[in-house]
């Protein structure tokens, strides 16, 4: 749908200033791609609103002339959620980048939605607080609520959907609406809020969320277990679960990624299947944890078992887990990374952990596997050469395998990537019937389709 005449661009600069319109090559660019593998689509203009105001007179206008339009916070996405393939206007919340107020006794915060996280827990540090949500790249708030986002810390303190207390959205037709209050819990009207996070822009853009946020822990402590198999890695997961351990991460990491790991931060970890974990809380309570812990991964036939006590080595630590990503990324140039995730029930994370490994040997791609394995959530990393047919069909192919294994175990097509557009093919398979019910929400709020179409809902 083509905006670039005169007209919108003169419509557009009327709602905001001339300087925050923009149809520059660049800036176009920026725009029309995130992360993923998924091909680039450039949108017809760039704006860059201030207030909730604007983004409301903004999307009303396009509402009223069927123009899409598609939210863009820092393009870390991971499954093509914004990239523009009908053009339109992309709305980048850049600027609308404000901490707007700390309830510390409420352990609240309310922000903009295009504070990033880092940014945010710098300000929650002055009042001894943090936000827990940590997905690994540095990415809006607004854009973490809009793919439900989570990460490394959700296995003691929830994912995104679990920390928004109200948000305030701009519907299709620009009316602007919050979705919750400030209370702890409520048993008042529909839960707006599960509806809209991860509703990916398709059904609202968010202006402000007030946010849940937790006390900083008294004491910190890393460690890393390394086992033969990565049925004995999951087998100590569920241990340390049973026993009601409170752990604050537990992060898989295969024997492939270790090596990567190993040559990309020039460590020397044990290049076998790792937990990486993570322990809060008090210097009592986490030496009885830990004590209980250490039993539990022997048990389970850990190989190699040691702590990090000091803030360098821990941060080393968690690093080397966040940086994966680009440590492939970077020991394989010219090639792109393809990331999927899938989440399944804890009793079958081995099982599909394993076939996941088979199936890429199989495939005969280079590929790892790293996970969240304290909620079942795990992610495949490949490296593929785009311009290479063969390859990119392989990659493809592996990816519907894996997908399709979660969902025969009763898992998820996604646990914390979003759909996007990579994921949208199986969302029939994974809801059946239900799917009409999402569309009905969908035509209900966006009947004239403008919400980042192509999103989510397509057959």
């Known amino acids: 749908m083509e905006v670039t005449t005169l007209s919108t661009i003169t419509e557009l600069k009327k709602i905001i200033a001339d300087d925050r319109v923009t149809t520059n090559e660049t800036i176009l660019e920026q725009h029309g791609r995130d992360e993923s593998y998924h091909t680039p689509s450039l949108p017809d203009v760039v704006v860059f609103p201030e207030t909730t105001e604007e983004v409301s007179k903004i999307v009303k206008y396009a509402n009223e002339n069927r123009i899409p339009v598609v939210p863009f916070g820092l393009g870390t996405s991971l499954e093509g959620h914004v990239i523009p393939y009908q053009g339109g206007i992309s709305i980048d919340m850049s600027l609308m980048n404000k901490v707007l107020e700390v309830r510390a006794e409420d352990f609240l915060v309310k922000v903009q939605p295009g504070v990033t ?18 997905p690994g790249a540095d990415a809006t708030l607004g854009g973490m609520a809009a793919t439900n986002a989570s990460g490394t810390t959700s296995v003691k303190y929830g994912i995104m959907r679990d920390q928004v207390r109200d948000m305030e959205v701009v519907l299709a037709d620009g009316e602007v609406i919050h979705t919750g209050g400030l209370a702890a819990k409520s048993s008042s009207g529909y839960h707006l809020n599960g509806l809209f996070v991860g509703s990916e822009g398709t059904l609202g853009i968010f202006t402000e969320l007030t946010l849940r946020v937790y006390g900083i ?18 087998q100590a ?19 492939r ?16 299947p790792t ?14 944890d830990v004590n209980f812990t250490t039993e539990i991964v022997h048990e389970a036939g850990c190989r190699d078992f040691k702590f990090e006590l000091d803030s360098k080595g821990r941060a080393q630590l968690w690093d080397a887990r966040h940086d994966l990503a680009y440590a492939f990324i970077h020991g394989a140039p010219g090639k792109r990374l393809m990331v999927t995730d899938v989440s399944v029930p804890i009793s079958e994370l081995a099982g599909a952990i394993e076939n996941a490994r088979q199936q890429i040997d199989n495939i005969g791609l280079d590929g790892a596997l790293v996970g969240h394995v304290g909620d079942g959530n795990f992610h495949a990393l490949v490296m593929i050469d785009l311009s290479d047919e063969e390859e990119v069909k392989k990659a493809h192919e592996l990816n519907s395998r894996i997908v399709e294994y979660a969902l025969e175990k009763g898992g998820t097509c996604t646990g914390e990537h979003g759909v996007g557009i990579g994921k949208s093919k199986y969302q029939r ?20 389709g403008i919400m980042n179409p192509g999103k989510i809902l397509v057959d």
Do not use: C, W
Not at 117 to 134: P, T, W
Not at 258 to 272: F, I, P, W
Not at 275 to 288: M, P, R, V, Y
């Open 217 to 234: 822990p008294e004491v910190i402590m890393a460690a890393r277990a390394s086992f033969p198999t990565v049925e004995n890695a999951v």
């Open 117 to 134: 996280r880092s940014q945010l827990n710098k300000e929650l540090k002055k009042h001894g607080l943090f936000f827990s949500v940590d």
């Open 429 to 448: 398979r994974e809801h059946g019937n239900a799917i009409e019910t999402m569309k009905a929400l969908k035509q209900a709020l966006d009947p004239k």
């Open 257 to 272: 990624s270790m090596k990567q790991v190993n040559l990309h931060s020039g460590t020397s970890y044990d290049e076998n």
């Open 237 to 255: 997961v569920v241990g340390i679960l049973s026993a009601g351990i409170p752990i604050a991460r537990v992060e898989l990491v295969d024997a």
């Open 275 to 288: 937990l990486f974990l993570e322990f809060h809380g008090n210097d009592a309570g986490l030496k009885q």
